[in-house]
């Protein structure tokens, strides 16, 4: 008994826990070796946040055929040279460019056609004059003060893409803008990364299903929810497979089942040492390499677990609601976002705002603090104040009345009051 | 002809182009006069990004009982007061909690039970010793050198919510840890605003639907396909009614369609002066107040129209699809924001960084200029650096190419290079 309970110290102790770093660098050398998912073909407009399988290559010219940028006159812009408010040129208006169709012939030497914005420029015609630029002498003539350059109001064939253009590279995420861009080249279905299945359970004999009425000495499960809904948050499709009991037998078994099923697997345990114990116990017997991080140095989330069964990851969140959100968002993001297919992420993820801090945090050094932050908006400046909400980790409310989180940094004691933060908001 | 020339150039001229801040005062004008969309009851497992209808309330207290945020042992804080490393407490381990029951009886006086984190308090005690601060004379007789204060490493019954608090606000935005509080709550289905029905048709003469080749002089339809994407990046759902011809009757008859159907109508037109006529003669034709504002010196979007047909708000925005994108985002996103039941945002939508502009950037006095930003991490220093991507407001590519946008703002010359630079992340 004193023996077993030495070993849980030693092992839970100050020793085996990693600082923040050296957790997420763990994570990332056993990430690096994960397959992004297999491919899917989905229909164009259901692609937005979806992550290109392959990439895009341009096989036509965009627009095909030079087009004008705006109303007025297609003319050659050499005919236009020398214009100047006391040397007009005068052009005939010759002819005009209905919209949706292709000019079969243009305009003569000191000729021009009408064109709208939109409109494809006629043969001959390099530039096109504003509408506002240009004196109308009367409905056949037009008088120029200025010249134009050529190519002027004028979006060249290929100005958009070229034939053979790379347009996306595989992994890019499918924001409107590249849908649009893939409607313009006449995609109507696209190969997508497929959607990564994570399997859920939460385990703890306190938990009884939200669903359910709780008993005495029972809660209900929070972090079923909470977890699918950012699993979501990130393009995941969750699937939710209740909760285990906290033995052996029951544990493993919905462990395998998740396993079997998903290509990445979280479960939020209650935070006791015994469940954390099975949690890793049961790991031990599933592929190698298992368990490479037990416990990180930072608050709250301390107690996580990294774990990887072949090359699928898997998470042992800590039981309090607000640890597994500060625990999913600095380990099973980046899974997610290299399972995906994007590798080497430039931007940052979340949203970031400036504050000014309204109290004093104190740390403690050797650990990486993650304190949520309530935003106010300063009267007399164009700013943010930031307010700490306070709480134990275990009180979801402190991350609804939050709207986002300060980082304390590992060799940081502290922040001070009117410090300028950043606070990086919830999604 | 010269007399409808002149009055089509008044139209559009400068008179009545609005600076940008003043469009957008109209808009919030008659945006406050419209109400939220209705409700309807949602699973709780599909309300994330939806707008509550109702506030919640607590009808309990949460957690019901107080419980322990740690292993260890529950105590009388009392009985540690005054223990010291050179005057130990003794504590009996007397009894223990098991996880998911409610203890019916607690220690005596100088008695302790042994306590899991998440196990809740047994009567008559009021704190928690961490495990790790104590000493195990056997395996009955724990030793105390440090007190603990009432209330240590306790989570007190109503510490996260009390009955009867007001737990969530109407309006507020469903988040992943709304929804596992109220999940904690036992909340199973929840009121929230119905999803805004948004209306888009394409106008053009030129255009195609992108499923189709383009014949000469044709291009394919990106709008639709891109302003659709953005309005479900927004939790909208929008419905596409296709291409309008530009005739009136075509033009009318979609308008009227989309408007019966939806609670906010966008149409894009190609740019020219035409089409943007037929669009503002249709709508004279609705429920007043018809046409707010048309014209609004940002470039590029500079030729949109916001209408409200009785508290139907119509958008028509530029062809180009940059332009279009631009004009969506200054105009169209507040008006989805405030159909939601989201009034009074606080937080930035966009995610926001700050980077170095790598070149000189002109603008006309008078005029917002909103130019494409393509970032890069700068070796030497933890910055981004700021790309302008220059290229006109029809090339959809240079929004593919592009990761945010910059401000210039009105009464603004230009930007320098190595200013550093707000940058707007596109979704």
Do not use: W
């Not at 007009?88 to 064109?115: D, F, H, Q, R, W």
């Not at 893939?182 to 994570?198: M, P």
Request: proline share 6%; glycine share 10%; charged share 20%.
């Amino acid at each position: 008994m004193q023996n077993k309970k030495t070993s849980q110290k030693d092992m839970l102790g100050r020793s085996a826990i990693l600082p923040l770093k050296v957790a997420l660098e763990k994570l990332r050398q056993h990430l690096d070796l994960v397959a992004a998912t297999g491919e899917e073909i989905v229909p164009l407009e259901e692609g937005l946040n979806r992550f290109l399988a392959q990439a895009i290559t341009a096989e036509e010219d965009l627009p095909p055929h030079p087009r004008s940028t705006m109303d007025g006159f297609a003319v050659k812009a050499a005919d236009s040279f020398g214009a100047a408010e006391s040397r007009p040129v005068y052009l005939k208006i010759s002819g005009e460019v209905p919209m949706g169709t292709m000019p079969g012939s243009g305009p003569a030497s000191l000729e021009c056609y009408k064109i709208a914005t939109g409109g494809f420029l006629p043969p001959g015609t390099d530039a096109v004059i504003m509408l506002e630029h240009t004196i109308e002498v009367d409905s056949t003539l037009i008088e120029l003060i200025k010249a134009v350059s050529p190519g002027e109001n004028v979006l060249a064939a290929g100005d958009d893409l070229q034939k053979g253009d790379i347009v996306l590279t595989a992994g890019k995420k499918l924001r409107p803008q590249e849908l649009g861009l893939l409607a313009g080249l006449g995609y109507t279905k696209i190969a997508v990364h497929k959607n990564i299945r994570i399997g859920i359970f939460s385990t703890g004999d306190e938990i009884v299903p939200f669903q359910e009425t709780p008993g005495p000495g029972k809660i209900r499960d929070m972090n079923g929810v909470n977890l699918g809904a950012m699993s979501r948050q990130l393009g995941a499709s969750p699937k939710y497979y209740g909760i285990a009991a906290d033995v052996e037998s029951s544990f493993a078994a919905v462990m395998q089942e998740a396993l079997d099923e998903n290509d990445l697997v979280l479960f939020s345990g209650s935070s006791s040492v015994g469940t954390r114990d099975l949690g890793e116990q049961i790991i031990a017997r599933l592929a190698e390499p298992g368990v490479i991080v037990h416990g990180v140095a930072i608050k709250p989330g301390k107690p996580v677990i990294i774990a990887f069964s072949g090359n699928k990851p898997i998470f042992g969140l800590p039981g309090h609601p607000v640890s597994a959100a500060v625990a999913f968002d600095l380990f099973v993001r980046p899974a997610i976002t290299d399972l995906s297919g994007q590798r080497g992420q430039l931007l940052p993820q979340k949203r970031v705002v400036q504050a000014q801090l309204k109290r004093n945090l104190n740390s403690a050094a050797g650990r990486t603090d993650f304190v949520r932050i309530r935003l106010s908006s300063s009267p007399e400046a164009q700013s943010y104040e930031a307010h700490p909400v306070l709480g134990k980790s275990g009180a979801l409310s402190t991350m609804v009345k939050a709207d986002g989180y300060v980082i304390i940094a590992e060799n940081s004691q502290g922040l001070y009051e009117d410090d300028t933060v950043d606070v990086f908001l919830f999604d």
